[in-house]
């Protein structure tokens, strides 16, 4: 059962992995465009490095209740290590559960219903923080009081 469980733990992070994303997309917008004339929009992108691709939205200032005229954009710039974690985390943590389910009904472990609640806690149980330390015993020891052959 522990091969199991190691192998189905092996197989989230290596798809994990190569499902993380190395960069973000971050909207960027410019000032309030209210004063500047339809004429004079491409001299304002100049010389404020507003990009060609920039697309005309609005803002709502709720301290004044008016919408105003700005341009939006996007800038792709690099994740953090910190968004990486917690990106990586946060998605072994929603796989673990299933891909060990998978593996176990495919090798005839019969899954223990009376358990069924705790399913819950298993999807929000810090299993990456564990297998990444080398917790394989404890995440395998929480994980076999489901299954039974």
């Known amino acids: 059962m522990k091969k199991l469980i190691e192998q189905a733990l092996k197989e989230v992070m290596k798809e994990v992995e190569e499902n993380t994303p190395k960069n973000k997309g971050v909207t960027m917008s410019s000032d309030d465009l209210s004063n500047v004339s339809l004429l004079d929009i491409e001299d304002f ?87 990444l330390h080398n917790g394989i015993d404890k995440i395998v020891e929480m994980y076999s009081t489901f299954y039974y052959k």
């Open 45 to 131: 992108m100049e010389a404020n490095n507003i990009p060609q691709n920039a697309q005309f939205d609005t803002f709502y200032d709720e301290w004044m209740g008016q919408y105003y005229p700005i341009l939006t954009w996007t800038e792709i710039i690099p994740t953090t290590e910190e968004e990486i974690y917690n990106i990586k985390r946060i998605k072994f943590n929603k796989k673990a559960w299933h891909k060990i389910s998978e593996k176990m009904s495919e090798n005839r472990y019969s899954f223990e219903n009376k358990l069924m609640l705790s399913i819950d806690c298993c999807e929000k149980m810090e299993v990456y923080g564990l297998f």
